[in-house]
């Protein structure tokens, strides 16, 4: 484990890898100070969690991303990611944490500097992300239609990434968390930053959600983030994170083995909190700037909402 390069960062974000060599260095490259835009290698600190892989990343890969960046394999760990989230935060030193759960997801070139901003100008706030899926659908839709890894790279390579990050939004499909995009309340965030204070008041994410994969850790988190009452919740407009394509437990399932799954979470919730699952349905501040980009999902999302009303 190497130490931070800053004694004072701003930021600590915690990304929580397993099995991901392939999706984890764009991860990572899409958080470096050569990717984001307005922020130095100083504002901020990447904690990389390594969760047990059998086919783990090089950590001197990792720490060549940028100086900022540190490295840590947990041996033996839980099926459960939540324990890995947990750990990457014990370790962070800045007075702000931001939490990606699932290390294939890419970000927007803004995301490290509008949550800065957001987290300073509407504090005490957690700032969140829209989802969205690379691809034409969601992936556990198009994976039957012949969506894979080679076809993503493809489609990666069409935009010319990472030369502009925002073009991401050109080759995305808006996850079911966030169908309603930044115009609705979202189920969970894939990428959420808070105050130290708010994370320890939460106690962190709940170590009794043990399903292989989470089962609906992160859903609880952000309900429970969206309970606090005194917290802005506030969602950066124009950025979000890209999933891909890696065999995840729910997103890359065959969408007819889904319900199967999601029974076995929802038991699972109910044995953690006494009660039934209820998505989350509090509005969040939007903040951020327009993308044009973005215009597609933004249409998409206006389009869902239109035709559910």
Not at 130 to 155: C, K, N, S, W
Not at 230 to 250: K, S, Y
Request: charged share 20%.
């Amino acid at each position: 484990m190497t130490t931070p390069a800053s004694a004072s960062p701003r930021l600590s974000i915690v990304v929580v890898v397993y099995n991901m060599r392939r999706e984890a260095p764009r991860t990572l490259h899409s958080l470096s100070a050569a990717y984001q835009q307005g922020v130095s290698a100083d504002d901020y600190e990447v904690i990389v969690v390594e969760n047990g892989s059998t086919e783990p990343l090089d950590p001197a890969t990792v720490a060549a991303i940028g100086p900022n960046f540190r490295y840590t394999y947990i041996a033996n760990a839980a099926p459960s990611p939540v324990g890995a989230v947990n750990h990457g935060a014990s370790l962070s030193i800045a007075p702000n944490i931001s939490v990606m759960i699932d290390g294939a997801r890419m970000a927007t070139p803004g995301i490290v500097a509008r949550t800065l901003e957001a987290l300073d100008a509407f504090h005490p706030a957690a700032v969140t992300t829209i989802a969205l899926h690379l691809g034409p659908d969601v992936q556990f839709r198009t994976m039957t239609r012949g969506y894979d890894r080679v076809v993503e790279d493809g489609l990666l390579a069409s935009i010319d990434w990472p030369k502009d990050g925002y073009r991401l939004f050109e080759i995305g499909a808006l996850a079911p968390s966030s169908g309603g995009g930044w115009l609705e309340p979202l189920a969970e965030s894939n990428l959420i930053s808070m105050p130290r204070e708010v994370w320890d008041r939460l106690g962190g994410m709940d170590p009794g959600f043990v399903i292989r994969g989470g089962g609906l850790a992160n859903l609880d988190f952000y309900n429970r983030v969206c309970e606090l009452t005194d917290l802005r919740i506030v969602c950066l407009f124009g950025e979000a994170t890209f999933h891909q394509f890696h065999g995840g437990i729910m997103t890359n399932r065959p969408e007819e083995q889904m319900p199967d799954e999601m029974r076995d979470y929802l038991a699972e919730y109910r044995t953690v909190r006494g009660k039934e699952f209820r998505r989350a349905t509090r509005p969040h501040l939007v903040y951020g700037e327009p993308r044009p980009e973005a215009l597609q999902i933004l249409k998409a999302a206006a389009d869902k909402i239109l035709s559910e009303t």
